[in-house]
């Protein structure tokens, strides 16, 4: 089986698959379709890898949707940058699709369509990493946007609907923004093909681009839940179940913060980059009340919850530093690394809840003695997320500082190296108290096997990912 | 000036309304015509000065096709979180925030 | 007192934002770019002669199969949301209204055939057909014709995902040809017409699920 | 992958995996987890014996390891290195069996023995780091590794303790961390050379390299416990003994004064870090710490804090070894980092002893416990010897090279600053000495675990061990000039390091 027949295309597949086991769960019915989706994520994975390593090789893929060519039609092209996050979002999406499996009970509500839920929202991030056009761009969004706030309301309480409320406002807010923004483009220059665009916006474009520019920039930010725009995201992502959670902070806030980068080095470079400092200013602003909340969370999740706040900062300093290479590196290395390990630690902590029956961090009195792996696994993750070697979250800080010394920003480099401090104070938060003696009443309810060992496994491949970065590395070398 | 201009600068006004409304407007369902507002004003101006000219460009009006339908699946996803979140606790705006 | 300092600021700036917009499109010159042209050029081999359409499900046809995907996972969402709670029994409107509803059905129905094939050629297509079946529905249950639905059951599901699966379907098997939903020319007439029509059922059956799905937990 | 490759990973591996394991292992299976832990530490000393006489016959052993484009891991097997690997080879054999019989019957020992095990693997990274981007994953994984073992007893004031360490190696190695990438950005690499590699850079770097070697030093100065970043050390004394061996002769501490070696003569190269006025200072911080931790262990009445302060005091001597500019300083500082070692873990081994035997936790409850325990007492009567600087000890061979360096380095301050700390030593060694020995048996020991059986003052696996260190200490001492001692190997590796720059 030849590769390069566009049968076998795996551009196409990664979108078409997860469309497919997300429509058969829905027609298998509720709480239905857990198989094909492992099954279809497995494929999806080896396609993802195939990708990468033709993208990393040096090579590039396109997909010219129904043959016209942009920018009549629709194009899909696959960089080293969008190969990166469809990496990551297979590679993340199967060990939790095998934890949800045992996560979600026969009948609970809360996992009545989540198969269905998550493939699409899988199929809207593929779609989304691919796409090279920007109107197609804001159809993916909205996908992702629906399918995450379904996903987070899914058979809660009033807490967890209010809660998914504010997510969909904010959400489609931005993607509100984001299409006026590409109204205006397309008004200004009659096309929304990023490569069509990318040789006609210039140093001397009209004002019209630099406002579709804000626009889309600032409803991106919006969902990325940069601060000060993260008002929604601890609620949501600390309410949602744990597999749901997981998903929303390892995937779905990275994929706007993708966009904005798309834009940044392609068809809007002569445009952003004013906004450089404003967005580093914002992403450190993040790190510092992101872990300053994380630090007085009293609930589990909502810390977790604040420190993907504090962690996508991390990802916006890089953009004062974008001038130079070794910044796109740094914040590929970032996304893995916050990937993972986020979604490992969620995955523990919903293995610590389930045992618990209580989210709260005083809760976890004795944890370590009664569940060993899990708070191992949660050690992984904080480990990679306080940027202790060996772990990716390391070699992302690392790249940062010296991306930023290297462009005599060391401010940047010492707003990273704090962050790093504040999030171990949280990590240990954790740690600490579950390392306490177990007060003698308190009884686990047991937990399955699996999902103890796939939250492991998430944890510790953020930190195994440390010593193969050689290899992801080629990936950022490959942006085009 | 042409119509599409015309059409341009109200979906421009229709955007900045519909924005201020979801920003201030606490009763959800207001909320969500608001919203619905704000993405009339950008379909408005996508057709709009698209046709400034006054020649009519069917690239954006398939746009604003694809983009109404996708405003009518969030309307009902919104509606229905309202409902649900009115069942719940009887109230039709969101809680103050919650943190600890 | 805050609030209106708020409420204030808010206006003012989004006032600020309308001028600074206004300014700017005015400013604008001719675009680069004229799609219309292509637009027009390949209209022949597109299978449809309406250029909307065209662009619809052809040369942005990829936009509009996400798009069906946004549809399906609203109602997902939204069934995953209000749970599985008991159908209350209908309330019969008066029997004017209902013989009037009985009257209009079929009537809908028709308009929404016409819809559906005029699309290929003037406004209309697959989404103005299936909204006019679902507002019929809508008219059946508002009148106490049509109960609300407590569940998706099987054939319910299928009618739902029908539509799409098909749109898939053809995307995946135009595959042979070089790329996703690239049509032969010959055949693409056919095709679109195949796929408007699985979509008016399905898109039909989504919306009026959208509708009545919500409507069970009245009074509840 | 040649054998010049395999050792060093060898040497690495052969406490990772069994760690590992270890942590797998169910509590109850005692037998095969005891068997692990000693298998892996005599397969890791036998790893070691041959790596020695491999370095010693000046065989290269290396491998290095890209994690990103121009960043290596990078491990080296050389003179100074070994010195380390062995010393901690050897102590670890110790301190296993001696945990062993310490922890026998207390709980999570998979957990305690699996964090063992990595604790020493990172400190074998620490020692055969070739460059300090090696150095300082291995030495954060040490900060790791080791909480888990401070706070094992899991009682509030046991995560006070580790909660503090933490607080200090964290921030430390943020500040090493942050002089590490800057000296990378401007080298381009931070690859260990004799004779440094910071002279690289021309005089216009001085001031940048300044604010580096400040960084680099407050950063590995933390785990040495140079006042004022020693604030850990004592409260973490709360950990186990066995813990306590470990992070005060072994590992933590040793790690951080290693650190410091390292740094002097290979990153900035002792001649070049002269020319920048950086050692001097450096000696002075190391004689002000070896004062006030003398000074402060005179007024601990808890036994394991007194030993605390004693180690502040004592590896401080190490680094002012280091800083005193001259060959024979060098040699001093390099056998006290093994002098030091051999002695305290004796000490601690000892203190062990006596809490786990008779509850004795405080000075001031010693009295007669030399005639209910005289074996433990006469090791710990060796090791306070020794630290004292009593001839026949190893304590005496340290501190008479460091008094000889400080002559030769005009630097006669440091000559006062040593005997004060030897008289110090002598004020809060001697009074517990007097009381064991001297003072009649109390009524009833604050509480008695073990019982005496014959001639077996305690169980066997923790008499035992402190009996060897303390022979050790005594050989040391007695056989300086013999061949196979850490004196000889400290002259070689000072005669390499010197030669890397021209004048042996």
């Known amino acids: 089986m030849s590769m390069s027949e566009p049968l076998f295309d795996p551009l196409a597949w990664l979108i078409l698959l997860p469309l497919a086991w997300a429509t058969l769960a829905f027609v298998l019915g509720p709480g239905r379709g857990a198989w094909p989706a492992i099954a279809g994520l497995a494929t999806q994975c080896w396609l993802a890898l195939d990708l990468a390593q033709k993208v990393g090789a040096g090579g590039t893929a396109a997909h010219v949707v129904g043959g016209w060519g942009a920018p009549l039609g629709i194009d899909l092209a696959v960089d080293g940058l969008s190969a990166a996050m469809l990496l990551l979002t297979q590679a993340v999406a199967l060990p939790l699709a095998i934890y949800a499996r045992s996560y979600f009970k026969p009948g609970d509500p809360a996992g009545t369509w989540f198969w269905p839920l998550t493939g699409f929202l899988i199929a809207g991030l593929n779609a989304l990493f691919v796409s090279a056009d920007l109107f197609n761009l804001y159809v993916t969004l909205e996908l992702v946007g629906l399918a995450a706030v379904g996903l987070v309301a899914a058979g809660g309480g009033a807490q967890q609907v209010a809660a998914a409320l504010r997510y969909l406002f904010a959400t489609l807010v931005g993607s509100g923004a984001y299409l006026l923004g590409v109204a205006l483009i397309y008004g200004a220059y009659g096309t929304v093909s990023i490569a069509t665009l990318l040789p006609l916006v210039t140093d001397d474009a009209p004002r019209l681009a630099w406002i579709a520019g804000g626009l889309m920039v600032a409803g991106l930010m919006l969902k990325t839940a940069l601060f000060p725009f993260h008002f929604w995201l601890p609620p949501a992502h600390g309410g949602a179940p744990a597999p749901v959670s997981a998903l929303l902070s390892a995937l779905v806030v990275k994929a706007s913060f993708y966009l904005i980068l798309r834009l940044w080095l392609g068809p809007l470079q002569a445009v952003l980059p004013a906004f450089a400092w404003l967005m580093a200013l914002l992403g450190a602003a993040a790190i510092f009340w992101g872990s300053w909340q994380a630090i007085r969370a009293v609930k589990l999740k909502r810390l977790i919850a604040y420190s993907t706040v504090a962690q996508l900062g991390y990802l916006f300093l890089i953009f004062p530093l974008l001038a130079a290479p070794g910044a796109i590196h740094a914040g590929v290395m970032q996304v893995f690394a916050h990937g993972l390990a986020k979604a490992g630690m969620f995955a523990a902590a919903g293995v610590l809840i389930k045992a618990t029956g209580q989210d709260t961090v005083a809760g976890l009195a004795g944890a370590v003695e009664r569940l060993p792996v899990t708070m191992f696994a949660f050690g992984l993750a904080g480990m990679t997320l306080m940027g202790l070697p060996p772990s990716s979250g390391f070699l992302a800080k690392w790249q940062i500082i010296e991306a930023a010394l290297a462009q005599g920003h060391w401010i940047i480099a010492a707003v990273v190296l704090a962050g790093g401090l504040l999030a171990a104070v949280y990590v240990l938060r954790v740690l600490r108290q579950a390392f306490l003696m177990a007060p003698a009443s308190a009884t686990l309810a047991p937990v399955p096997r699996t999902l103890e060992w796939s939250a492991f496994a998430l944890a510790a491949a953020s930190v195994l990912l440390g010593l193969r970065g050689v290899e992801l590395m080629q990936l950022p070398g490959a942006v085009t | 000036m042409s119509t599409g201009f015309v059409f341009a600068l109200a979906g421009a006004v229709l955007f900045s309304l519909g924005v201020a409304g979801v920003v201030l407007i606490g009763h959800l369902l207001r909320r969500i015509l608001a919203f619905n507002l704000m993405g009339s004003g950008a379909f408005l101006v996508l057709v709009g000065l698209a046709q400034r000219q006054d020649v009519a460009d069917p690239v954006p009006q398939a746009m604003v096709l694809t983009g109404i339908v996708v405003a009518v699946a969030a309307t009902a996803l919104a509606l229905a979180l309202v409902r649900k979140l009115h069942a719940l606790t009887g109230q039709l705006g969101l809680p103050g925030d919650v943190d600890e | ?220 | 992958m040649t054998s010049h490759e395999l050792l060093p990973l060898a040497v690495l591996a052969s406490s990772l995996l069994p760690g590992l394991i270890i942590f797998a292992l169910p509590e109850a299976w005692i037998g095969v987890r005891t068997f692990l832990n000693l298998f892996a530490a005599i397969a890791k000393l036998g790893l070691v014996a041959l790596l020695l006489a491999g370095v010693a016959a000046g065989e290269e052993y290396g491998v290095r390891y890209a994690v990103l484009p121009g960043l290596e891991l990078a491990l080296k097997a050389d003179a100074l290195g070994m010195l380390f690997i062995t010393l901690s080879a050897i102590l670890w054999l110790f301190t296993t069996l001696y945990a062993i019989g310490y922890l026998e019957g207390a709980p999570h020992r998979s957990r305690f023995f699996g964090f063992f095990s990595l604790c020493v693997t990172a400190t074998m990274g620490i020692a055969m780091a070739a460059n300090l981007f090696t150095f300082f994953i291995f030495y954060e994984l040490l900060t790791l590794s080791t909480f888990p073992l401070v706070v094992h007893r899991g009682t509030d004031k046991a995560m006070k303790g580790g909660t503090i360490y933490l607080a200090y190696t964290l921030i430390g190695g943020t500040a090493l961390l942050a002089g590490i990438v800057w000296l990378h950005h401007l080298l381009g690499h931070t690859e260990f050379a004799h004779a440094g590699i910071a002279a690289a850079l021309g005089p216009e770097y001085a001031g940048q390299l300044k604010i580096i070697f400040l960084l680099l030093i407050a950063g590995v100065g933390v785990k040495a416990a140079i006042v004022p970043l020693h604030g850990w050390l004592p409260q973490a004394m709360v950990a186990p003994a066995p813990v306590s061996a470990l992070l005060h002769a072994v590992a933590v501490v040793k790690a951080g004064a290693f650190g410091i070696v390292r740094i002097v003569y290979e990153v900035y190269g002792v001649e070049f870090a002269q020319s920048l006025d950086l050692l001097y200072p450096l000696a002075i911080f190391a004689a002000v710490t070896i004062l006030w931790g003398s000074f402060r262990a005179l007024f601990q009445d808890d036994l394991k804090k007194r030993l605390a302060y004693s180690t502040v005091s004592q590896v401080s001597y190490i680094v002012l070894g280091v800083a005193l500019f001259g060959p024979i300083g060098t040699i001093g500082g390099l056998v006290h980092l093994v002098h030091q070692g051999i002695m305290k873990i004796t000490l601690f081994f000892c203190a062990g002893n006596f809490a786990e035997t008779l509850g004795i936790h405080k000075v001031s409850e010693m009295d007669g416990a030399g005639r209910r325990m005289p074996l433990t007492t006469l090791a710990f009567s060796i090791g306070a010897l020794g630290m004292m600087g009593a001839p026949l000890t190893a304590g005496a061979v340290s501190k008479a090279w460091l008094m000889d360096g400080a002559t030769a380095a005009r630097m006669d301050w440091a000559i006062w600053v040593l005997w004060t700390s030897s008289l110090l030593n002598a004020a809060y060694f001697l009074p517990i000495l007097w009381r064991a020995w001297l003072r009649p048996v109390p009524a009833a020991w604050p509480e008695e675990h073990i019982a005496r059986r014959g001639w077996r003052e305690t169980a066997l696996l923790l008499l035992l061990p402190p009996l060897f260190t303390a022979a050790a200490t005594l050989t040391a001492g007695m056989l300086a000039d013999s061949e196979a001692t850490p004196l000889a190997w400290a002259r070689l590796i000072a005669e390499r390091e010197y030669i890397g720059q021209g004048r042996p």
């Open chain 3, 1 to 220: 007192m805050k609030r209106r300092v708020l409420v204030a600021f808010v206006l003012t700036l989004a006032l600020a934002f309308v001028f600074l917009l206004a300014g700017a499109m005015l400013d604008l010159g001719p675009t680069t770019i004229d799609l219309r042209a292509p637009v027009a050029a390949h209209l022949a081999q597109s299978g449809v002669t309406h250029p909307v359409t065209a662009v619809l499900l052809n040369y942005r046809g990829y936009d509009t199969l996400l798009e069906i995907a946004v549809l399906l996972v609203a109602l997902l969402a939204l069934l995953a949301v209000v749970g599985d709670a008991p159908v209350p029994p209908s309330r019969a409107a008066h029997p004017v209204l209902q013989t009037l509803a009985r009257l209009a059905t079929p009537l809908m129905i028709v308009v929404a055939v016409y819809l559906l094939w005029a699309g290929a050629f003037r406004p209309g297509g697959a989404f103005q057909a299936g909204a006019v079946l679902a507002a019929a529905a809508v008219l059946l249950h508002l009148v106490g014709l049509q109960p609300g639905w407590s569940r998706p059951r099987l054939g319910l599901r299928i009618g739902l995902a029908a539509g799409f699966v098909l749109f898939l379907a053809v995307a995946t098997g135009l595959l042979t040809q070089g790329s996703l939903l690239q049509y032969p020319p010959a055949a693409a007439g056919v095709l679109i017409l195949l796929i408007e029509s699985g979509l008016t059922v399905s898109l039909a059956l989504i919306l009026a699920s959208l509708f009545l799905f919500l409507s069970r937990e009245e009074g509840a």
